[in-house]
């Protein structure tokens, strides 16, 4: 089962994503793994990462902290017929657009090649991914290009998808499939 989870900075989503891997994995007891893509480049993403290792701690989870290259450490089939909650898209694209590990002009097919291994390999999986296109501002070429490539990635993980649920305001709100 894949489930994709958006919303906006701040709205739940993170809380609501690792509520129903959890949900998932009481049923049905496997390796529970939290891919981290959020890489710690300054006190306020610290201090972000220190906040999300709370809400998980005591839940069972095994932490892979993977920025870039998604494909090449799933190449040894290391989640096989796992739940798996990946958070999130948004810092993973821009981590194989801009780091020095990542795939670069590359980043779309690196993270699609590597979205569907993991998919393949995990029982269950829960994407975290960001609302975009919805704040009206103006950006530069290069954020256009990021925002761009996440809006397709979204649309892409959107229709393969089971489950597709919004968070606003930390209500989730069922915008594709049955929860059952």
């Known amino acids: 089962m894949l489930e994709l989870v958006t919303g906006g900075s701040g709205s739940g989503k993170s809380a609501y994503a690792e509520s129903r891997i959890c949900e998932w994995n009481r049923q049905d007891p496997k390796p529970l793994f939290y891919i981290a893509t959020m890489y710690p480049y300054g006190e306020e993403t610290e201090k972000k990462i220190e906040r999300h290792r709370m809400l998980r701690k005591g839940k069972g989870f095994e932490t892979l902290e993977w920025y870039t290259g ?4 799933l190449e040894e089939g290391s989640l096989q017929g796992s739940d798996v909650l990946l958070e999130c898209m948004s810092n993973l694209v821009a981590n194989e657009m801009y780091m ?14 590597g979205i569907r291994e993991l998919n393949q390999q995990c029982s269950n999986l829960v994407i975290v991914t960001n609302e975009i296109f919805s704040d009206g501002c103006s950006y530069d070429a290069d954020t256009i290009r990021y925002i761009r490539l996440l809006g397709t990635l979204n649309i892409w993980l959107a229709e393969k998808a089971s489950l597709v649920t919004e968070v606003v305001y930390g209500i989730p709100i069922r915008q594709k499939g049955d929860a059952g």
């Open 70 to 73: 998604l494909k090449l450490h």
């Open 100 to 113: 020095e590990s990542g795939a670069g002009c590359h980043a779309d097919q690196a993270i699609l090649e």
